[in-house]
């Protein structure tokens, strides 16, 4: 790069920037297949240098992997029951529970979301709002945030986490505790 090259706004891993967004592609395309993690690691190994970020999409990976041992243990017939005395859920089975916030709301309220087998409830900021599985039509994931949609496209709710994990996981156990309603 010349000196002062920045200034054009050139960057000396334009060819790695664009082999990562291409990754970030092909995680997608097998995060929704039942493709394995093994390839997307070793693509993301030949792309590694040491002036290269790679931490987000090492959390990526993390993510396929709980996806997988998710899709595994519900293939099996079992979701995982999470053990929570949070009286919001009453008497209802929680099967994920995870940081979150409501990036739709003006606050931005930061708290946690539970998954039970009723409804996704968000406690924190001052608040609480359920979202039951008779109304949510569809389930979305971009990025690190989840939205249920109702039948007419509006949002019932939208949430954002900390970690891809935490999103991913959170919109398959939604989808599969939407269609058990």
Not at 24 to 32: E, F, I, K, N, S
Not at 52 to 66: K, N, R, S
Not at 91 to 117: I, V, W, Y
Request: charged share 25%; glycine share 6%; net charge neutral.
């Amino acid at each position: 790069m010349k000196l002062f090259g920045w200034i054009s706004g050139s960057k000396p891993q334009d060819d790695r920037t664009t082999a990562l967004t291409a990754w970030r592609r092909t995680w997608a395309g097998v995060l929704d297949s039942d493709g394995s993690a093994a390839p997307l690691r070793e693509q993301l190994d030949a792309l590694t240098a040491p002036d290269l970020d790679t931490e987000v999409e090492l959390e990526m990976l993390d993510a396929l992997d709980q996806l997988r041992e998710a899709q595994r243990a519900a293939a099996a017939g079992a979701l995982a029951i999470v053990e929570t005395h949070h009286r919001v859920i009453g008497a209802d089975r929680c099967h994920f529970t995870a940081p979150a916030s409501l990036p739709s709301d003006q606050h931005q309220a930061n708290g946690r979301l539970l998954l039970t087998s009723a409804r996704a409830v968000f406690v924190g900021g001052g608040r609480t709002s359920a979202a039951p599985w008779h109304a949510v039509h569809e389930i979305v994931r971009v990025e690190r945030d989840v939205l249920l949609l109702r039948g007419d496209r509006s949002p019932a709710a939208h949430y954002r986490f900390n970690t891809y994990a935490d999103a991913v996981l959170c919109a398959f156990l939604a989808g599969r505790l939407r269609r058990a309603r």
